[in-house]
């Protein structure tokens, strides 16, 4: 690896490093292995339990502010009876079309 390698007519050829690609993977590894140590050092809280009605801070692409409803799930349960009875409206029943007895 360390010669230099020639080609037929004697001229010298580059040969590409074999080692680059490994290297490559490895400082990709390497990243991952912080970013996943600095997410394990977050505090518990807002890491994996999220308290009920706090407001998040978020430094989003949007200028607006992120608006949370008092009343979500009043809000939630009305969406889901008016859903059930849209969905009672269209019902589809099959029946046969001839009136044969049924096969015992």
């Known amino acids: 690896m360390l010669l230099p390698q020639y080609n037929e007519e004697g001229e010298v050829v580059d040969v590409e490093d074999p080692r680059k690609e490994l290297v490559q993977k490895l400082l990709d590894y390497q990243k991952y292995q912080e970013a996943a140590k600095q997410l394990y050092e977050r505090p518990l809280l807002r890491r994996d339990v999220f308290p009920r009605g706090a407001r998040e801070n978020y430094l ?3 200028d607006g502010e992120i608006i949370t409803e008092e009343d ?5 349960i009305s969406a889901y009876r008016s859903a059930m009875k849209k969905a009672k409206r269209f019902v589809h029943q099959v029946r046969p ?3 044969r007895s049924p096969i015992v």
């Open 72 to 76: 979500g799930l009043f809000s939630l």
């Open 60 to 62: 989003g692409e949007g």
């Open 97 to 99: 079309r001839c009136s």
